[in-house]
């Protein structure tokens, strides 16, 4: 019969080695092992070098997660999601909340961190929650979780909401500039009135954009038109007919990322960009714009988590405030559904 203690004792596997396994092999003590380990110290070179030898040949790996929870920290991000999308139109929030979540997954992974999913229906959950700090995309400055973070000294990092010092850390995610920029660039190609095509009020981005249009046209002397869509049922026809209805001789899209929208221009025979010009947002994928030949500006949210997390876990790890903003590309991708300068065509003209 086969001896059941031997196949047992065969399938353990061996204890990792511990930092007192270190020091009894290299005859310190585990403080200097400790300081060996952490470059830190008053250690002589030889007894140092000596210690790291030693940690190699046991194949000593630092515990991380228990070293972390001696510094009162917890290996972890808060992510706020918001509520389920209750109708088909909310579809497209819910999968650009997906792409930033999922971005926060891979880049915390990179540095050994976990996510720990918050609903933002529930903010007072955040007093219990172990994370190190929390990230509300969202958020507003009225918001329940804004207050908790600070009264839980929380660091919160937040995209396009300016923080108080000491605070956390705030993204600025491009949308302004990038609104700009296509509003700047349908002005330069002679477009006196730019009608803005954009969802219904609901996620800040899309009230930022709105906010920054309607300050864009008040500066310029433009009388602001919006139009807001639902874009998952493409209802553009009537959309794109009620800009051109208001005197709309240049677009830009802040719901569509262009391709849609040029079909729906090309089926009301709309020829571009003779007679309406065309700048489109693009959140993610932008190759089907550059395909078509669509000027887009792209901005790129995604991008936050990687850049965001190595100044956090630095602030953290040196007991630093974390230092703001931290401000993601953007770019401006010139396409056939622009006109070139008003100034630059005349001269172009002149003999």
Not at 114 to 127: F, G, I, M, N, Y
Not at 128 to 136: H, T
Not at 199 to 221: K, M, Q, S, T
Request: glycine share 8%; charged share 20%.
């Amino acid at each position: 019969m086969p001896r059941h203690s031997d196949d047992v004792s065969a399938s353990v596997a061996p204890l990792r080695p511990t930092l007192k396994d270190v020091a009894a092999r290299a005859g310190v003590s585990t403080a200097a092992v400790s300081q060996a380990l952490n470059d830190r110290g008053t250690l002589r070179a030889e007894t140092r070098q000596r210690i790291l030898d030693v940690a190699t040949e046991l194949g000593y790996a630092p515990d991380r997660y228990a070293a972390a929870l001696r510094r009162g920290r917890t290996m972890s991000i808060g992510y706020v999601a918001g509520a389920p999308p209750a109708a088909e139109r909310e579809a497209a929030q819910a999968q650009y909340a997906m792409r930033q979540l999922s971005a926060l997954c891979e880049a915390a992974a990179t540095h050994g961190f976990t996510v720990t999913v918050l609903p933002s229906s529930h903010p007072e959950l955040l007093r219990s929650a172990r994370v190190d700090a929390v990230y509300a995309p969202d958020a507003r400055e009225s918001d329940a979780i804004v207050e908790l973070a600070a009264s839980s000294r929380i660091p919160l990092i937040t995209n396009d909401l300016p923080l108080p010092a000491n605070t956390g850390i705030w993204i600025r995610t491009g949308y302004e500039e990038a609104t700009r920029a296509a509003l700047d660039l349908l002005a330069a190609g002679g477009a006196g009135r730019i009608g803005l095509l954009t969802e219904g009020p609901g996620a800040r981005r899309l009230e930022i954009g709105e906010h920054i249009y309607r300050a864009w046209c008040a500066e310029h002397d433009q009388d602001p038109a919006v139009v807001h869509v639902e874009p998952d049922r493409r209802e553009l026809t009537g959309s794109v007919r009620e800009l051109l209805r208001q005197g709309a001789d240049a677009v830009f899209s802040y719901a569509q990322e262009g391709p849609a929208l040029f079909v729906e221009l090309s089926a009301h025979k709309i020829v571009l960009p003779r007679d309406l010009q065309l700048v489109a947002l693009c959140l993610h994928d932008c190759a089907m714009n550059a395909r078509l030949g669509v000027t887009h500006v792209c901005v790129h949210p995604e991008a936050a988590p990687a850049l965001l997390l190595p100044p956090l876990l630095a602030a953290l790890d040196g007991g630093e405030d974390p230092h703001s903003p931290i401000v993601l590309p953007w770019g401006l991708v010139g396409g056939s559904t622009t006109l070139a300068p008003v100034a630059t065509r005349a001269q172009a003209k002149a003999p």
